[in-house]
């Protein structure tokens, strides 16, 4: 069955700084690989995707990731992060065309002045 | 373009009690998949609705139930609700056979 281990629930980055959140993703073949942003009490955007091809891949809001099979990764990173970029993350994983989505716990990112 | 809608945002209910979500998908998408997410936690994927048929479920009771519509919108009902039915219940649209999910604004049920 295909999991999704975020391992950090919490962190604090200052306005500015860089950002990467990790994703570890449990699955036989290749996975289609997903980041998702919620802000509190809303539902989920996504933040971008990647399915095969370029294993850095752009998303919205100047976020990136790079898939790495040989550590079954898929972590985020931003450069410089805004103080609106604060909000919970959510990596997650379709194993099949159409297929449910399984999602890691999340990770909150607070950002400090 | 509405994106994924979904009624009503809040929704409070006794134990016991039974409770019926409505989704509507984004244009031109004809599958809804329903997730469940408790607070603190991920989105746990309850079903996911097709052709009006339930493709694929989750690890969830009998009591959750759905159904899809011609127009491809869908309800969530729970029946019997525990007070561990609380939790903000997200629909989210795609088109079949593609993986991207868009997710609506999600319907925050209380069960006391």
């Known amino acids: 069955a295909q999991s999704v281990t975020q391992p950090d629930i919490h962190i604090t980055v200052s306005e500015g700084a860089s950002l990467e959140l990790r994703c570890n993703y449990s699955?036989?073949?290749?996975?289609?690989l997903f980041w998702y942003v919620q802000s509190p009490g809303q539902g989920l955007q996504l933040l971008l995707k990647y399915f095969s091809g370029d294993t850095l891949v752009q998303g919205i809001k100047g976020f990136e990731a790079e898939f790495k099979r040989s550590q079954s990764s898929f972590n985020l990173r931003k450069p410089s992060v805004h103080w609106s970029d604060a909000a919970e993350y959510f990596c997650?994983?379709?194993?099949?065309?159409?297929?449910?989505?399984?999602f890691g716990g999340g990770t909150r990112v607070l950002v400090k002045p | 373009d509405a994106g994924v809608t979904q009624s009503p945002t809040h929704l409070i209910k006794t134990r016991g009690q039974q409770v019926t979500l409505r989704c509507s998908p984004k244009s031109g998408h004809d599958t809804v998949s329903w997730y469940q997410q408790a607070l603190g936690q991920g989105p746990q994927f309850i079903f996911q609705?097709?052709?009006?048929?339930?493709?694929q479920r989750g690890n969830f009771p009998d009591r959750f139930s759905g159904h899809q519509f011609p127009n491809y919108s869908s309800e969530l009902n729970v029946n019997a609700l525990l007070l561990g039915d609380s939790a903000l219940y997200l629909c989210?649209?795609?088109?079949?056979?593609?993986?991207?999910?868009?997710f609506g604004p999600g319907t925050r049920l209380t069960v006391l």
């Open positions: 609705y097709y052709e009006e048929e339930e493709r």
């Open positions: 997650a994983v379709v194993g099949a065309a159409g297929n449910k989505l399984t």
């Open positions: 989210a649209s795609s088109s079949a056979g593609l993986n991207e999910q868009f």
């Open positions: 699955y036989g073949a290749t996975p289609y």
